[in-house]
């Protein structure tokens, strides 16, 4: 991959006076195109002409590094917009002075009068060649670069017929791939099938959801938005209901720190972790708990695990605790201000009887690893799924969270968007879907963090990002900004932890943690300290 998200139009933003950028639903892209096209009176000839024309100049800009490039640029064009963006790209490229610009048809003419065919006669009328069949295919075997407008969103099933074989000869030359909003092949209920693997795609006015999906992502390549005219408020309709989370949002999300702040005042997280044989698990979660700022952090352990945990904790505390023995659970948890149950906990029956006197307690919490299992146990148990109130967090990878919904992983993997929604609708919580793409579910709709890093893909690095939930719920931020502020911090943390040391083991995020959860500082408040010289 080149890199993650990039924008070329204005406006990737935050919630501290910045706007998240949307991500959308193909049938949400074609409604903004129709009302852009009703209600305001755009030509769709105009959009088109904005998207292709923002596409190459993307191109040139962010892959080319505003550089020329040699070779045969091939612009492999479909019927519809999509073949009508790739018209405009190569008329663009050929007026900017692209030795060999040739355009590729892939399944025919477009249909005479449409938007896509003015542009392909504007490129015949410059002189552009227009080749298919075993013209077309030849190109393709000495294109330096590929551009693939075949098919967009609006696909409906699997490509067949020619289009699909020359999506396999695409994949087969040896050029460089863009694809045009999306790699053709992928739509919103994309379930295997030819499919354009990409070094990079250019997608109009929003990325789309569908380039997100885990199976597909490494075919995306780096993705690119590019302006098409929408007016502002189109783009930013609330009924949407998913946005990216990018980096820039991480400092409206954190709390801010007050100067006078103490231990006591940054919140005391309770975690119930640990079983013999899983005692690193409890030891990472509570360690990133306090690195994200929670002021105390207590591991509450049984009377056989105590032994096996109590010597290392060193930054933390850790307690024996004994509910067979009696012990007073409610007044143990009103010194709490967040609960963190799971990592390496254990399955035992005794674990799933305390985990409902947990859930039953008036503190936020996040349940995590062995904490999951249990919850779908519990449910099983009892017959019906238990509402948390909104004020949990659960963090399950793709194989938990088909327990939780009872389907299989398959299925969550082949729609997350939609499992993380009935997750966090069923249980009454705060989802994070983990993956190398994650999705986080709640009451105000989805965000996705696109964010692979293969070094992330280490045991404990999920135990990382439970304990950072529960730090931050520590300190007072409800449960969706912490749920969205800890997989940023837990992000940034395994960025830099890679970049300083290459492959990482779990607790060579901690630092880093600590780190990226360090707020600004609070308003009016100098960042030098307390003291200002004035002159």
């Known amino acids: 991959m080149i890199g993650a998200v990039g924008t070329v139009e204005a406006g990737a933003a935050a919630w501290r006076g910045l706007r998240p950028l949307a991500a959308v639903t193909g049938a949400q892209m074609a409604g903004i195109d ?85 542009n392909l006669a504007a490129c015949r009328a410059l002189g552009i060649a227009v080749l298919a069949g075993e013209e077309g295919r030849a190109v393709l075997r000495r294109a330096a670069w590929i551009f693939d407008g075949i098919a967009g969103t609006g696909l409906r099933g699997v490509l067949a017929g020619p289009p699909a074989a020359v999506v396999e000869q695409i994949n087969a030359a040896p050029g460089r791939v863009v694809a045009i909003d999306v790699p053709s092949g992928l739509h919103d209920g994309y379930d295997g099938g030819p499919l354009v693997r990409a070094a990079a795609t250019v997608t109009m006015a929003l990325p789309k959801r569908c380039l997100y999906l885990p199976a597909v992502r490494t075919a995306v390549g780096a993705i690119l938005v590019v302006a098409v005219g929408f007016p502002p408020a189109l783009l930013a309709d609330p009924a949407i209901g998913c946005h990216l989370l990018t980096g820039d ?11 006078d702040a103490h231990k006591g005042t940054r919140g005391h997280v309770a975690v119930f972790a640990a079983a013999p044989g899983t005692t690193g698990a409890a030891h990472l979660a509570s360690n990133a708990a306090a690195r994200a700022g929670a002021g105390l952090v207590t591991l509450y352990a049984d009377p056989d695990t105590y032994p096996l945990v109590a010597p290392a904790a060193r930054s933390t505390m850790c307690r024996q605790l004994d509910v067979a023995g009696g012990a007073d659970l409610a007044a143990l948890l009103a010194r709490h201000q967040a609960l963190l149950v799971g990592p390496g906990w254990g399955l035992a029956e005794q674990r799933r009887t305390l985990l409902g006197e947990l859930l039953a307690a008036p503190l936020p919490g996040v349940l995590d690893a062995d904490g999951l299992t249990l919850l779908a146990q519990l449910a099983a148990a009892e017959g019906r799924p238990r509402p948390l109130g909104g004020h949990w967090v659960l963090t399950p990878h793709p194989g938990e969270m088909g327990r939780l919904l009872g389907m299989p992983t398959a299925q969550v993997l082949a729609d997350p968007a939609a499992a993380a929604a009935a997750a966090a609708e069923r249980w009454q919580a705060v989802v994070i879907l983990k993956g190398h793409v994650s999705w986080v579910a709640g009451a105000d709709g989805l965000a996705i963090l696109d964010a692979g890093n293969p070094a992330l893909a280490t045991g404990g690095s999920g135990d990382v990002l439970a304990g950072v939930v529960a730090g931050l719920l520590s300190r007072g931020l409800g449960a969706v900004a912490a749920a969205r502020a800890a997989v940023l911090v837990h992000s940034c943390a395994g960025r830099e932890a890679a970049r300083a040391g290459g492959w990482i083991v779990a607790e060579d995020l901690l630092p880093h943690v600590g780190r990226a959860a360090w707020p600004r500082p609070a308003r009016g408040a100098d960042r030098r300290g307390r003291h200002r010289r004035l002159r």
């Open 34 to 118: 129709r009302r852009a096209q009703s209600d305001w009176a755009l030509p769709g000839g105009v959009l088109m002409e904005n998207a292709g024309a923002n596409a190459y100049a993307a191109v040139r800009a962010h892959l080319w590094h505003g550089t020329g490039v040699t070779g045969t640029l091939a612009f492999v064009a479909g019927r519809g917009n999509n073949g009508g963006d790739a018209f405009v790209m190569a008329r663009h490229a050929h007026l900017a002075g692209a030795e060999h610009a040739v355009v590729v048809l892939a399944g025919g003419e477009p249909r005479a009068g449409s938007s896509a065919a003015i």
């Open 249 to 259: 949002l991480l400092p409206g999300l954190l709390p801010d720190a007050a100067l």
